[in-house]
């Protein structure tokens, strides 16, 4: 599939939404950018197999110097992420369904996160599959890329302690970074 890169896969769903559907999907996102929403986006934060995820509001197509007038506005998802489709839906699912049902409610034939099945169907009807994909880290998963940049932050702050620290000194500041660092390794 060209939407899948080594551990990375992608996906893209584009969904018509009801009319007037355009004005609350982009209050709803509007608000979730607000700096006093940022709690309600703990649960998908312990989605750590997620790279990137983003919707946007779609009421027309460019198309040159002029935009391309639709029948419908649309709900556009892309997202890149760690493991099977069936997990990533299935995860949405279990996770935060009131948030999935809150933003694809607006769309016609949503059958609703729960049960698991319909809203499966329901995604495959409206997904692109991608005819490009790329990942930087194709081997590596987003856990694994976050763990090297804790690493990588660690031994950054010992070399510039260690300049001015004698032997003893420095083995102690590398086992304290060891320890500090032990589940990212």
């Not at 899948?4 to 355009?22: D, F, H, L, N």
């Not at 690493?151 to 500041?173: I, P, S, T």
């Amino acid at each position: 599939m060209s939407n899948v890169e080594g551990k990375a896969t992608a996906i893209t769903v584009m969904s018509p939404v009801w009319p007037g559907a355009r004005y609350y999907l982009s209050a709803l996102f509007a608000i979730a950018r607000q700096p006093w929403a940022k709690p309600a986006l703990e649960k998908l934060q312990t989605l750590s197999f997620i790279h990137y995820a983003r919707w946007t509001v779609i009421p027309k197509f460019p198309d040159g110097d002029k935009a391309e007038s639709l029948r419908y506005t649309y709900l556009f998802f892309e997202s890149n992420f760690n493991g099977t489709w069936d997990e990533y839906i299935d995860a949405f699912s279990e996770v935060v369904p009131v948030r999935m049902w809150s933003i694809w409610f607006s769309s016609f034939g949503f059958p609703g996160p729960q049960p698991v099945e319909p809203f499966k169907r329901y995604i495959r009807k409206n997904e692109y599959v991608a005819n490009h994909y790329w990942s930087a880290y194709p081997g590596a998963s987003t856990t694994q890329v976050i763990s090297a940049g804790r690493v990588a932050e660690a031994v950054a702050e010992l070399r510039e302690r260690a300049e001015g620290l004698d032997e003893k000194a420095f083995e102690e500041a590398y086992v304290e970074m060891l320890t500090k660092i032990q589940n990212d390794l």
